[in-house]
Every structure is written in structure tokens, then in C-alpha cells.
């Protein structure tokens, strides 16, 4: 991989994790929660967790999708549902007291597992690894991108973690924290839109559905 090459990547990768997202959203409200060094091990299983997926999709997931669409449509559904389950988690929230003596922030495996049901990871990684990992020599790309994701996501999810950290002083009213975890707990709804924007309902369910419907 070029110069040119690796810059366009971490450029590319910058914008795609420093933007708002599922991630970036879920951090921010647990900065907010539960504080910096508490979010630690969420923000270091978004990092490896996301270049672990890279990885498995550079080296055989992506083509397991492909050649089985349905198991894509099953992902889709199961995305859906888990993070409808976390923006209802976050919009029951209360005040910063109950946060802390109710709920724990979310594990580093937690964290690393989320990554499969994150629709803007795998846009974004499926879209790195058709632009920038090269066909000839695209195991060690790959590594590359997967190493790349990791080290700029870094730093960018620290960011949105801070933030959240900085509004605790101006949330700490039971209304002000209530209408700020509604908003996350709105626009994490509003991230799933990639899931199913362009989704066409199989023929065969379409078939089943007709056929009950007569």
C-alpha cells in the first residue's frame, strides 16, 4: 500500500468515526452516565472489537453474506431489535444517582460484540476493504485496514467520551438528563436507517404474505 494510499485510508477513516453514529452515540451518553474511566472498557472494545470484525469480513464473512443473502436479512433483524432494546435502556434513564446505583456501563466484550449489529461499521468497513485493500495483495491490506480502523477510531471515540464527561456538570437535573437520554435514545433509533434503506422483501416472503393475506 502507497503512501498516497494509507493517507486517503486514514482520512477516510477519521471521517467515518469522528461522525455521528451508534458508537459514537452510545459513548457520549455513557460518558455522561458513568464517566471517563468507567467507559474505558467500552471505548477499547469498540476499537478491537471493530478491527476483529474488519478482519473476519476481509477473510471470509463478506463472502459467506454474499453467497447467503438471508443470513444478512437475519443480521438485519437482529441489529434491529438489539438496538431498539438499548435506545429504550437509554430513554428509561432517570438522574445521574439511579444511573450509577441501577446500571452498568457496557463491557469490553459487550462492546466488541456490538460491532456485528452496527450498521455504519459495516458500511464503513465494507467500503474501506473494496477501496483501499489492493486484489493482489489483499491479505496483508486487509491487515492493514483492520490496524488503521483501530488507531484513528481511537482517539475519535475518546473524543465523544470527553464530551459526555463535560456535559455531566449541566445534566445533573432529573429533566435535563431525562430529555438528553430521549434525544441519544432517538437518534440511536435513527441510525438504523442504513439497515433498511433500499431493503426489498424477498420473493418468498412476499409469496407467504399474499397467500395469507387471500
Not at 498516497?4 to 467515518?16: D, I, K, Q, R, S
Not at 457496557?106 to 456485528?116: I, N, P, R
Request: hydrophobic share 55%.
Amino acid at each position: 500500500m502507497t503512501t498516497t494510499t494509507l493517507l486517503a485510508l486514514a482520512t477516510f477513516c477519521f471521517v467515518t468515526a469522528i461522525t455521528p453514529g451508534p458508537n459514537n452515540t452510545l459513548l457520549l451518553n455513557s460518558g455522561v452516565s458513568f464517566g471517563f474511566q468507567r467507559t474505558l472498557p467500552h471505548i477499547f472494545g469498540v476499537a478491537l472489537g471493530y478491527a476483529v470484525m474488519l478482519l473476519a469480513i476481509g477473510f471470509g464473512v463478506g463472502g459467506l453474506f454474499r453467497t447467503y443473502p438471508s443470513l444478512y436479512d437475519l443480521l438485519r433483524v437482529l441489529a434491529t431489535l438489539y438496538m431498539l432494546w438499548l435506545a429504550w435502556r437509554i430513554a428509561a434513564s432517570a438522574s445521574l444517582s439511579e444511573v450509577r446505583a441501577t446500571a452498568c456501563p457496557m463491557s469490553f466484550l459487550q462492546a466488541a460484540a456490538f460491532q456485528w449489529v452496527n450498521p455504519k461499521g459495516w458500511a464503513s468497513g465494507l467500503g474501506a476493504l473494496t477501496a483501499y485493500a489492493a486484489p493482489d495483495a489483499f491479505p496483508r491490506d486487509v491487515y492493514i485496514v483492520a490496524g488503521v480502523f483501530a488507531a484513528v477510531i481511537l482517539p475519535c471515540i475518546v473524543v465523544w467520551t470527553a464530551f459526555g464527561v463535560l456535559l455531566r456538570q449541566f445534566l445533573s437535573r432529573r429533566g435535563a438528563l431525562r430529555a438528553f437520554n430521549i434525544t441519544m435514545a432517538l437518534l440511536l433509533v435513527a441510525s438504523l436507517y442504513p439497515i433498511w434503506a433500499g431493503f426489498k422483501v424477498p420473493a418468498a416472503w412476499a409469496r407467504f404474505a399474499g397467500r395469507q393475506l387471500s
